[in-house]
């Protein structure tokens, strides 16, 4: 058996105790029975236009919620207009779907919403949404792009942490890494290890107040 979840929706408050959630339940009930599935919980908005979007839509919001924990990846509408009224809406919300993995099948017809083979004006719609979103995203990479280059040429930097010594007080501790790592007159120059352990013997404290550490004195003195 195939497990599902229905949805149903009336649009005025006045339908609400009218035959539109009967009538729906019926289908809905029918096609489940002739198709061995099991319609395991219903989802009901009461008021609701066809051409409201999903944010505005309670027990839509519910359904996908429960779909996005919940084994269930069947959907029964009684038809496509209880879905949205308006087609640029029923595709958005019928994307979430696919997106999910999800088939939403109207009780009706027997027809599979979310088949890929639809009617063309919906593949149509359908393209022409993945396009502009497509448009979007590429809109927002090239203006993340612009921005990070003005404040590359404002600063120097654009991104990542800002490097030890631009910060108060670091200028010294930088310059007194510099002073113990040059070579003395006579003897020998100081690793880096040893330069951490006599900045931890100062106690000289480290941006995130940990220890000193040789990885740390190299990185500095490479810049």
Known sequence: MIKAFSYLRVSGKGQVLGDGFPRQREAIDAYAKSS???????????????????????????????????????????????????????????????????????????????????????????QILGAVAEFDRRVTVAKLRAARLRKKARTGRCEGRRPYGVEAGEAEVVGKIKALRRKPTKGKRLSYDEIASQLNSEGIPTRNGGPWRASTIGQILGR
């Open 36 to 126: 061995g599935i099991v319609v395991e919980e219903e989802f009901v908005d009461e008021g609701v236009s066809g051409t409201t979007e999903l944010s505005d839509r309670d027990a839509l919001a519910r359904l996908l919620d429960r779909i996005e924990s919940n084994g269930v990846r069947t959907v029964l509408v009684e038809r496509s207009d209880r879905l949205a009224r308006d087609l640029l809406v029923g595709e958005v919300i019928l994307g979430q779907f696919r997106d999910l993995g999800v088939s939403v099948i109207e009780a009706a017809s027997g027809n599979v919403l979310t088949a890929d083979n639809a009617d063309p004006t919906k593949v149509l719609i359908r």
